[in-house]
């Protein structure tokens, strides 16, 4: 009787806050799929009515939108690699008693504090700008034409910000997990005459297979929704993903139903990715 | 072959100075203890033995030449830890295999050691599971199944059964031992357990602070303990320390007796004393007695003793078991 009595007074209890985060969520989600399924252009107000999928046919027979999906996935998969194989190495140089240890891991950490924004501006003006960036200038020096880089190789240019982004924080997660490798673990591999390469692929990469997981699991839903180094640095053309297609339906084109079809189609996307990546993690966390 | 000589080991980490100079001769197929309080440098004296550590001087001569500069890989030895080290994500037959693997032997010839091993340590039936699968006794099964494949020169061990409960305790002893028997390796083992030091070794090495205090066989050092240090460590309950003027009596600034060398009567004998507390173990009791001669000493009594706390009594020491111990704490020979 009391359990009972509890369990009711436990679920009444956290029903206000349940049921807020339900609104939050289904409320934008039932206005986004239902202006997807009208015509709503902003430059022609009033005018709306039921179309029923027509957005979605247009949506995803629109060549732009493939050329979106191909950059959204290079980039994700492309920022995933550089992360993972850049913060495995790092974090393997880190975990050396090499000098001044304590500042170079600040110093590795700190990009990740910095707002997306102000990191595309920087690189924007300061490293890749083809007349006054620091790569510019590297390449002049050699005697070598300057890269412009956001009209010759502009996704290039957006994954080399956003790896450098996200490199801190893998190299900070990998860091912790190899310095979590236990001691006798290391002394017994020692014992057993375990060259480093092997020490390496033998027992540090299996103990690191859960935090990669878990950086592959964050970073891909942050990196599917990558959008201010694509806005900042004009890149949305050549380079534009999803996010930035979506925008531009919206708010270049005043196409409402278009983007709400668009945003829609990256929530399904999105979703298969995250189920493909719950069941490989959860498998791993298994492990 | 497996015969290990220390010649002048020497240990500092920093300015501290851990082991100060070790000597020590171990013969092929010795089974040695080393003992001593915590903190004294028994790990620290298996880990340079083992290459885990580097000397600070010394030579440490592994048949016949010194292997002090050696990779551990090399030296030949092979090193059961506390914790057991398994590599968690490789199967039982795996984490045995690893050290032939890198050794680069031929898969068939790793196959067939590993079968031995499993089978010698009754692991056949697990060889595909992962550690976490595994019991305590079982996980040091496979840790030792790790070290004997390699047929290592000798074999250490770092307090290897404190992580098991008392009866799987007893049990890995026993195999420990039919294992040094089936394979006549030489053995280092060290530990802070009174019984497997006793038990288990040929000869027990007593460690302080870094020292080497004493080496002798389990009943040398029972027997005839050359400093008060070795009685008060090796025996359990703890040998009774007398000073003062009964000492005196013996011509010796302290003289010790061991528990179970006191006779207990309840009319008369030499120290008159009034119990204090009693332990009953079953099989013995221990009492501890308040005495005007030394303070508080414990008696072992055979039996469950009839006498509880605040009972007169009176002991009389084992005259011929008496220890007699000079103002340094050596032992005095010839007992009175
Ligand atoms: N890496 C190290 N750096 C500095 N001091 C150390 C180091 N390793 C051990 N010591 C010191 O050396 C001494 C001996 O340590 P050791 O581990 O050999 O003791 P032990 O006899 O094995 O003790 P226990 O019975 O508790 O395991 C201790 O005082 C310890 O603090
Ligand atoms: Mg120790």
Redesign the interface.
């Known amino acids: 009787m009391a359990t009972q009595q509890t369990r009711l007074l436990g679920k009444l209890a956290v029903a206000p806050s349940v049921i807020v985060l339900f609104l939050w969520m289904i409320v934008p989600l039932a206005l986004t799929i239902w202006f997807s399924l009208l015509r709503y252009n902003l430059l022609d107000p009033g005018n709306e009515s039921f179309v029923w999928f027509l957005n979605y046919e247009y949506f995803l027979t629109d060549p732009a939108f493939f050329a979106a999906l191909g950059n959204s996935l290079k980039l994700v998969f492309a920022v995933l690699a550089i992360s993972i194989i850049g913060g495995t190495l790092l974090a393997l140089l880190l975990d050396q008693a090499i000098v001044g240890r304590n500042i170079v891991r600040l110093m590795v950490i700190a990009p990740f504090f910095v707002m997306p924004t102000v990191s595309a501006l920087v690189w924007k003006n300061m490293f890749m700008h083809p007349v006054s960036g620091l790569f510019a200038w590297l390449m002049k020096s050699v005697g070598l034409e300057p890269v412009d880089w956001f009209a010759q190789y502009p996704l290039t240019a957006v994954i080399i910000m956003v790896a450098w982004q996200w490199l801190p924080f893998a190299t900070l997660i990998l860091l912790t997990a190899i310095q979590s490798l236990?001691e006798?673990?290391k002394?017994?591999?020692?014992?057993?005459?375990?060259?480093p390469l092997?020490y390496f692929y033998?027992?540090v990469l299996?103990?690191l297979?859960r935090p990669i997981t878990v950086v592959i699991l964050i970073e891909t839903i942050f990196l599917l929704n990558v959008f201010a180094e694509i806005y900042v640095t004009g890149t949305g053309g050549p380079a534009g993903n999803l996010p930035y297609l979506v925008y531009f339906q919206g708010l270049l084109n005043f196409d409402v139903g278009g983007a709400s079809a668009g945003g829609i189609v990256a929530v399904v996307l999105a979703n298969i990715v995250a189920f493909f990546l719950i069941r490989m993690i959860g498998r791993n966390l298994e492990? | 072959m497996g015969t290990i000589v220390l010649k002048d080991v020497q240990k500092r980490f920093g300015d501290v100075t851990i082991i100060p100079n070790a000597n020590l001769a171990i013969k092929n197929g010795e089974f040695v203890v080393f003992v001593g309080p915590s903190g004294c440098g028994k790990s620290t004296l298996l880990r340079l033995i083992a290459g885990l550590e580097d000397v600070s001087g010394g030579e440490i001569i592994i048949d016949g030449s010194d292997a002090a500069q050696l990779p551990p890989a090399k030296r030949g030895l092979s090193m059961v830890f506390q914790s057991y080290a398994l590599y968690p994500h490789m199967s039982v037959r795996n984490n045995i295999a690893f050290g032939l693997k890198m050794a680069g032997m031929p898969k068939p010839e790793i196959e067939a050691k590993v079968a031995k091993a499993a089978q010698t340590l009754n692991l056949t039936d697990y060889l595909d599971r992962k550690p976490r699968q595994l019991s305590g006794g079982q996980r040091q099964r496979v840790a030792i199944g790790r070290a004997i494949v390699r047929q290592p020169k000798a074999f250490l061990f770092d307090e290897p059964l404190s992580n098991l409960d008392a009866a799987l305790r007893v049990q890995m002893r026993l195999e420990i031992m039919q294992l040094h028997q089936t394979l006549g390796a030489t053995m280092i083992y060290v530990t802070h357990d009174q019984v497997e030091a006793m038990t288990m070794a040929d000869r027990i090495v007593v460690l302080n602070k870094g020292n080497v205090e004493q080496v002798g066989s389990p009943l040398e050092l029972y027997n005839n303990p050359d400093s008060l240090f070795v009685a008060g460590f090796i025996g359990s309950p703890k040998m009774n320390f007398v000073s003062g003027e009964v000492a005196g009596q013996y011509q010796a600034q302290t003289i010790g007796v061991r528990p179970e060398h006191i006779a207990l009567s309840s009319q008369s004998g030499a120290w008159e004393g009034t119990i204090a507390l009693a332990e009953h173990l079953g099989a013995d009791t221990f009492l501890h007695i308040d005495t005007k001669v030394g303070g508080r000493l414990t008696v072992r009594a055979a039996g469950e003793y009839d006498q509880g706390p605040g009972a007169k009594i009176w002991l009389t020491p084992e005259k011929n078991r008496i220890h007699r111990f000079d103002q340094n704490g050596r032992a005095i020979k010839n007992a009175a």
């Open positions: 236990d006798e673990q002394e017994a591999a020692e014992m057993d005459g375990t060259p092997s033998y027992i299996p103990h297979a492990g």
